[in-house]
């Protein structure tokens, strides 16, 4: 089983925690070298360490993903210390919900160059080595809140909406040209991670917690991307919403 994820190497963002720490995790158990990217390098190599003390084998970079610059040289270490890239995980992601009423506009900004910049960064910065060998995958974190927007949530739900159309778009465009690199959209409901911490609006976190809702854990969002990462190369499950139960 995952016998198709075996030796390969995925650079995996927000790796430091939530989801993308699991992701990195999960890899790493399958045999995938894992470059592991965050923006706190304390809490990234504290991240590395609980995997390599698993036999995992990680390269903790530190990276912001806005900057272009930073995820060209996180894959040109990647590419030095493996020499090469298969798989990336666009994990990297803020939530700090308000009300536009509000007008957080810093924050707003902030959510558009992590959720959205930094997942085309990371497109632009891996498609020239899968392109080369025609060969890779490339998944990008989205939400539920791609499909549906919910009050306090415009602009965050937009930063998502924003990354459901680039995953599309980009799997058109490659479909074209008859590539065999995969586009996976992967879409959590509520998950159980630090995501809120974000949150400053004190009426937005009043409101959320006035609707309390099951949530998922990382670890189930892990097993499921490595179920897509199983699947042969003729096949690709594109696009997948996991909800709580």
Not at 8 to 13: C, H, K, P, Q
Not at 130 to 152: D, H, L, Q
Request: proline content about 4%; hydrophobic content about 45%.
């Amino acid at each position: 089983m995952f016998a198709t994820v075996r030796k390969r190497v995925a650079i995996v963002t927000g790796a430091s925690s939530g989801i993308g720490y699991a992701i990195a995790a999960k890899l790493a158990e399958r045999s995938v070298a894992v470059v592991a990217a965050a923006r706190g390098m304390v809490a990234l190599e504290k991240a590395a360490s609980h995997i390599q003390a698993k036999g995992g084998d990680v390269l903790p970079v530190p990276a912001d993903v806005s900057r272009f610059q930073d995820f060209q040289i996180l894959c040109e270490k990647a590419v030095q210390h493996y020499g090469t890239i298969d798989i990336l995980v666009n994990s990297a992601g803020i939530m700090p919900l308000s009300f536009l009423r509000k007008r957080r506009v810093e924050e707003w900004h902030a959510m558009i160059d992590t959720n959205i910049k930094g997942v085309t960064n990371g497109i632009a910065a891996v498609l020239p080595q899968m392109e080369k060998k025609n060969a890779g995958c490339i998944i990008n974190i989205s939400s539920t809140a791609a499909y549906e927007v919910m009050p306090g949530g415009a602009v965050y739900s937009a930063t998502k909406y924003a990354v459901r159309a680039i995953t599309e778009g980009l799997r058109k465009e490659l479909e074209m040209k008859k590539s065999k690199i995969k586009t996976i959209l992967v879409s959590p409901g509520p998950v159980d991670t630090n995501l809120t911490s974000t949150i400053q609006d004190e009426e937005i976190l009043q409101f959320m917690q006035s609707f309390p809702v099951c949530k998922i854990h990382p670890k189930q969002i892990a097993d499921t991307v490595l179920f897509l990462l199983d699947q042969p190369e003729n096949v690709n499950i594109s696009e997948i919403v996991i909800r709580p139960m």
